[in-house]
């Protein structure tokens, strides 16, 4: 148990939907980054939180938007659902005093 | 553009033989590259990170390498076992973020009883 947690395990939407996905951070740590794996893939970097404010994105479009709040917890919400957004979503923390993240069990997104 | 690859994409040896994972990644200017573990459905476990300064790490029956200049990490298991089981992904750190890493996709390990 990495003491990261994400809500919901499971969800199925349909297309133009849209879908908000949480995340609660291990206690004290301040960056939580977000991740999209698609099935036989490797994680691919959505963006990153620090200190409430977004400070690194990947190559996504703007429906993909995230909040990180005071107690660390954070959200990422996708609008306009596309079939090719059904993905396994995780969500890692870590302090910045240490290069290790650790990830939550993910959400399993399916969109018909 | 960093690119991470794995080879083979599965792998499958039987209980107690030692095994080595391969990974190549395309840029040497990297910040760390960490070896995970994802068992099916599930998150990643972290099981070793690599500075850009060190050559090895070691926990238990696990051992990582880094070759900077070759563009390469291998991840040797000894002896396995049935429940190191799962699919293990290499992922590298660029200077500017260690939370934007770039994966692999990965390599699929059964250990056969």
């Known amino acids: 148990e990495t003491g990261v947690t994400q809500s919901p395990t499971h969800l199925i939407k349909t297309r133009g939907q849209q879908v908000t996905l949480r995340c609660s951070s291990q206690s004290g740590h301040n960056t939580v980054s977000w991740y999209q794996q698609a099935l036989g893939q490797g994680p691919q970097f959505i963006f990153q939180y620090y200190r409430e404010e977004e400070n690194g994105r990947g190559n996504f479009p703007p429906r993909f938007s995230g909040l990180q709040f005071p107690n660390y917890s954070s959200e990422l919400n996708v609008n306009a659902l596309e079939l090719d957004d059904s993905a396994l979503y995780l969500c890692?923390?870590?302090?910045?005093?240490?290069?290790?993240?650790?990830f939550g069990p993910g959400t399993r997104l399916t969109v018909l | 553009k960093q690119e991470v690859t794995q080879i083979p994409a599965a792998l499958s040896v039987p209980e107690g033989e030692n095994l080595v994972l391969n990974c190549s990644f395309t840029d040497s200017a990297i910040y760390n590259l960490q070896w995970f573990r994802q068992d099916p459905g599930k998150g990643l476990t972290s099981l070793l990170l690599i500075q850009s300064s060190q050559r090895e790490q070691t926990s238990g029956r696990l051992n990582a390498s880094l070759d900077k200049s070759s563009g390469r990490s291998t991840l040797y298991i000894a002896a396995s076992q049935p429940g190191d089981s799962a699919t293990y992904l290499c992922?590298?750190?660029?200077?500017?973020?260690?939370?934007?890493?770039?994966f692999g996709s990965g390599t699929r390990l059964s250990i056969r009883p």
């Open positions: 992922a590298v750190a660029r200077y500017s973020s260690a939370s934007k890493i770039i």
């Open positions: 890692a923390s870590r302090t910045t005093s240490t290069d290790t993240q650790y």
